[in-house]
C-alpha cells in the first residue's frame, strides 16, 4: 500500500515536504519515484531515488525539489521548493518504474 500526505496550499515561491509510507513490501530493495497528475491527463513523472541512494529529476524540476529516502521508516519524501502555480497537481509515489497498484495521493496547490 502507497499513502502520501504533506499536501496543502501554498504562495509561489512556498515550500511543502511530501511523504509517502509503503507496506507490505520490503521497501530497501526497490527504487522510487513521485509522480504527478491533474484530473484526465496523463500521471507524469518527477523523480526517482535508487536503492542506493542516487537521484534522477524531471528537467522541469530544475533544482527546486529533493527527493529522499528513509528506508528504517519504509518512507519515500519529496522536498518542494520554490513552488510556482504550474506544480498544483496531485502527487503520488510508487515504485519505479510504477508497477504497484496506485495509493492515495496528495493534492498540492499554489497561488500566484
Known amino acids: 500500500q502507497l499513502q502520501a500526505c504533506g499536501g496543502g496550499l501554498v504562495q509561489a515561491g512556498g515550500s511543502l515536504r511530501l511523504a509517502c509510507q509503503t507496506s507490505?513490501?520490503?521497501?530497501?530493495?526497490?527504487?522510487m519515484g513521485w509522480f504527478r497528475q491533474v484530473p484526465g491527463a496523463l500521471r507524469e513523472w518527477v523523480a526517482k531515488?535508487?536503492?542506493?541512494?542516487?537521484?534522477e529529476y524531471a528537467d522541469f524540476v530544475a533544482g527546486r525539489f529533493t527527493i529522499s529516502r528513509d528506508n528504517a521508516k519504509n518512507t519515500v519524501y519529496l522536498h518542494l521548493n520554490s513552488l510556482k502555480p504550474e506544480d498544483t497537481f496531485v502527487y503520488y509515489c510508487n515504485k519505479f518504474p510504477p508497477l504497484w497498484e496506485w495509493g492515495q495521493g496528495t493534492l498540492v496547490t499554489v497561488s500566484s
Open positions: 507490505g513490501v520490503i521497501f530497501s530493495r526497490h527504487s
Open positions: 531515488i535508487r536503492q542506493d541512494g542516487t537521484t
